[in-house]
């Protein structure tokens, strides 16, 4: 078992940056890959990024905005968020799996509790 708790959530501004932090513990955690997801009320859980090593892979609607990246050393892994949107209002969860990473969110094995963001215009 992998578990995982998410912080950093909050309430900010349109053009505002937040990082959240997942940390981890259970199993090793540099054998996992990391990802980020997020849901919306009333929507699915989306894919926003994932990383295995050093380099991350984005969805289009965050690309040059957020930033993921891991400490194995902390068992953390973050995701710097930048000109946030009100759209990127939501439920912001952390998730693991075994290699290779996937996008779609029930192919991801451990997840956390979630921790909401929300941007006002």
């Known amino acids: 078992q992998v578990q995982l708790v998410e912080s950093g959530g909050g309430l900010v501004q349109a053009g505002d940056s937040l990082r959240l932090s997942c940390a981890a513990s259970?199993?090793?955690?540099?054998?996992?890959?990391m990802g980020w997801f997020r849901q919306a009320p009333g929507k699915e859980r989306e894919f926003v990024a994932a990383i295995v090593w050093s380099e991350g892979t984005y969805a289009d609607s965050v690309k040059g905005r957020f930033t993921i990246s891991r400490d194995n050393a902390k068992n953390t892994v973050y995701l710097q968020m930048g000109f946030l949107k009100p759209e990127d209002t939501a439920a912001y969860y952390c998730?693991?799996?075994?290699?290779?990473?996937?996008?779609?969110?029930?192919?991801?094995?451990?997840w956390g509790q979630g921790t909401q963001v929300t941007v006002s215009s």
């Open positions: 259970g199993r090793t955690f540099s054998n996992y890959a």
């Open positions: 998730a693991a799996r075994r290699t290779p990473i996937v996008t779609i969110w029930r192919n991801w094995t451990f």
